[in-house]
């Protein structure tokens, strides 16, 4: 996890340096944001015994939004790693990795007064959007998960490699140009693996 988490934050800063001194290119790099995320979802097996997943994990991503052309695209798409642990009499651990593309319904603060003088393409141009509601899908791939009984101090095995689809919603309040918070909700399917619920709390920190 800590490998990954390194290779993300490395990738994420040398195309920003990159940027900065090569600001003569055609492709700007103003998008680019870097999103710590905590997970949690429960898990309830058997039908008796609720099992709580809590994960940590990153994502290093790109939002078209903030190209500011004559109308900005409100779409983000990101690529993102996640590990969740789970501490019983069992150690549980998941890994996954996932591609996602989010659509951004951004709201923006309007005087009344310049009702008569703004257009959309200025308001999408000009203004900042305070807070947004978005919508998500993502596919990715389970890459890890490993049981290990504590009381025998066993491995009990690691599983294969298993395809994984998602779909989920959430908001976003734009604390600053380049800080955001997001709250979401997500829900991810594979072959056999069980339909997970998680619940997503995401630090955004785009590239001021």
């Known amino acids: 996890m800590k490998r990954m988490t390194l290779i993300i934050a490395f990738i994420f800063i040398a195309i920003s340096t990159f940027y900065q001194g090569n600001k003569g290119y055609a492709f700007d790099f103003e998008g680019m944001y870097l999103a710590p995320k905590i997970s949690y979802y429960p898990e309830n097996p058997v039908g008796k015994i609720w099992n709580h997943y809590l994960g940590a994990g990153v994502a290093a991503g790109f939002d078209l939004f903030r190209l500011k052309t004559v109308y900005p ?120 693996f069980k339909m997970a619920n998680e619940v997503l709390l995401s630090f955004r920190f785009t590239k001021p």
Do not use: C, Q
């Not at 019983?88 to 951004?106: E, R």
């Not at 596919?139 to 298993?162: C, E, H, M, P, Q």
């Open 73 to 192: 695209i409100p779409l983000r798409v990101e690529f993102e790693y996640m590990g969740r642990a789970l501490a019983t009499n069992m150690d549980a651990t998941i890994h996954s990795v996932m591609f996602g593309a989010y659509y951004d319904l951004n709201l923006f603060y309007v005087r009344a007064s310049e009702l008569d003088t703004l257009s959309t393409k200025k308001v999408y141009t000009t203004k900042r959007p305070f807070m947004s509601i978005y919508i998500g899908i993502h596919l990715g791939a389970k890459i890890g998960y490993n049981v290990t009984d504590r009381g025998d101090i066993a491995n009990s095995g690691v599983s294969r490699t298993t395809i994984l689809f998602g779909a989920g919603l959430g908001f976003a309040w734009h604390v600053y140009s380049w800080f955001t918070l997001d709250l979401g909700y997500r829900a991810v399917l594979g072959p056999g």
